[in-house]
């Protein structure tokens, strides 16, 4: 089970923090990331993805040097550090397990999303 927290209404330029935490397993076990689906797409995009095992990082380009993915293990909890916050960034955000960094496919079920709303 993964519940997602820290969502909320922010003003363009503004900052959020969101959380992730997943029961029955811990942040290092798999790779993890963040998705979003924006108002009326029928899909959800990839926005960032951590691997613990490596330390590797990935940030779709519409994000990069806004947004920053950590984890902390004494928490066991993930991270999506947003900042400079845009319009376009209103969006449910989810975190999923993910098969590996480099793909697009989750393991197991989504968490129930935090709502982001940027406010222009």
């Known amino acids: 089970q993964l519940v997602e927290s820290g969502g909320g209404l922010v003003q363009a330029g503004g900052s959020l923090r969101l959380a992730c935490a997943p029961s029955?397993?811990?942040?290092?076990?798999?790779?993890m990331g963040w998705f979003r689906q924006a108002p009326g797409k029928d899909r959800r995009e990839g926005v960032s993805c951590i691997d613990s095992k490596d330390g590797g990082t990935w940030y779709a380009d519409s994000v990069k040097g806004r947004f920053t993915i950590s984890s902390d293990n004494a928490k066991n909890t993930m991270y999506l550090q947003m900042t400079s916050l845009k319009s376009d960034d209103t969006a449910v955000y989810y975190c999923?397990?993910?098969?590996?960094?480099?793909?697009?496919?989750?393991?197991?079920?989504w968490g129930q999303g935090t709502q982001v709303t940027v406010s222009s």
């Open positions: 029955g397993f811990t942040v290092d076990d798999y790779p």
């Open positions: 999923a397990v993910r098969e590996s960094c480099s793909s697009p496919l989750i393991r197991g079920s």
